[in-house]
C-alpha cells in the first residue's frame, strides 16, 4: 500500500511539472487582431500600384516599397524562427521577471518610426524572392501560418523567452513584435507614397 502510494504522488508530480499554460482566449484574440489588421494595411497600401511606383526610390539610398515589402516577408520569416527556437527550451516561471516591456510597450515602440534603426545585414532587402509579387506571396503565406499557429497552439508562450537588443521578450511578444514590425513599415510605405517625387502612376 506504501509502495503505491509512493508511485501516485510521483505520477502527480511529474504530470505537474509539465503542465502547460497555454494562452488565455483574449492573448490569442488580441495576437491575431494585430497580425491580421497589420497584414490587411499592408496589401491594402500597396493595392493597384504600378510597377515604377513599387521600385521608385526618393533617394539613391532610400528603400523604394518593393524592398519594404521583400524585407517585411524576409523579417516574418527570421523574426518567427526565433519564436520557434524558444519553444525548444522548456519554459521557466523564474525567469518571467527579466521580460522588461509589456505588451502595449512592444507595440508602441516597434511600430514608432520616429526611432530610425538601420537592420542588420541579413534582413536587408536583396532580391532572393526575384519580383516583388512573390516577395508578397510569401509573406500572405507565412502571415496565414502564423494566425494559424496562434488559433491552435497550446505551447506556453509566457514562461519562454527571447534575447533582442532592448532587453528581453517572451515568446508571445515575439508574435506582437513581428505585426508591429509590419506597421512600422506600412508606415515607411506610406512616406514613400506621399514623397513629392512618387509617380502619379
Not at 11 to 25: E, H, Q, R
Request: glycine share 2%.
Amino acid at each position: 500500500m506504501k509502495t503505491l502510494a509512493v508511485i501516485v504522488l510521483a505520477m502527480a508530480s511529474l504530470c505537474f511539472t509539465n503542465t502547460t499554460n497555454p494562452l488565455t482566449d483574449a492573448e490569442r484574440e488580441a495576437a491575431i487582431k494585430e497580425m491580421t489588421s497589420t497584414r490587411d494595411r499592408l496589401l491594402n497600401t500597396m493595392a493597384n500600384l504600378s510597377e515604377e511606383q513599387l521600385t521608385y526610390k526618393a533617394s539613391e539610398d532610400s528603400w523604394s516599397i518593393a524592398d519594404c515589402t521583400e524585407h517585411i516577408a524576409v523579417s516574418e520569416n527570421m523574426i518567427f524562427d526565433m519564436l520557434l527556437a524558444t519553444l525548444e527550451i522548456q519554459p521557466d516561471t523564474a525567469k518571467r521577471s527579466e521580460v522588461n516591456h509589456s505588451d502595449e510597450q512592444i507595440l508602441a515602440m516597434i511600430s514608432d518610426r520616429s526611432n530610425k534603426v538601420k537592420t542588420s545585414k541579413a534582413f536587408e532587402p536583396t532580391g532572393k524572392y526575384g519580383s516583388h509579387e512573390a516577395a508578397l506571396e510569401n509573406f500572405k503565406t507565412k502571415r496565414d501560418q502564423h494566425i494559424e499557429f496562434i488559433k491552435n497552439t497550446q505551447e506556453d508562450l509566457r514562461n519562454r523567452y527571447q534575447q533582442v537588443p532592448f532587453g528581453t521578450l517572451d515568446a508571445y511578444q515575439i508574435l506582437l513584435f513581428i505585426a508591429a514590425h509590419t506597421e512600422r513599415h506600412v508606415q515607411q510605405i506610406e512616406e514613400i507614397i506621399a514623397d513629392p517625387g512618387f509617380p502619379t502612376e
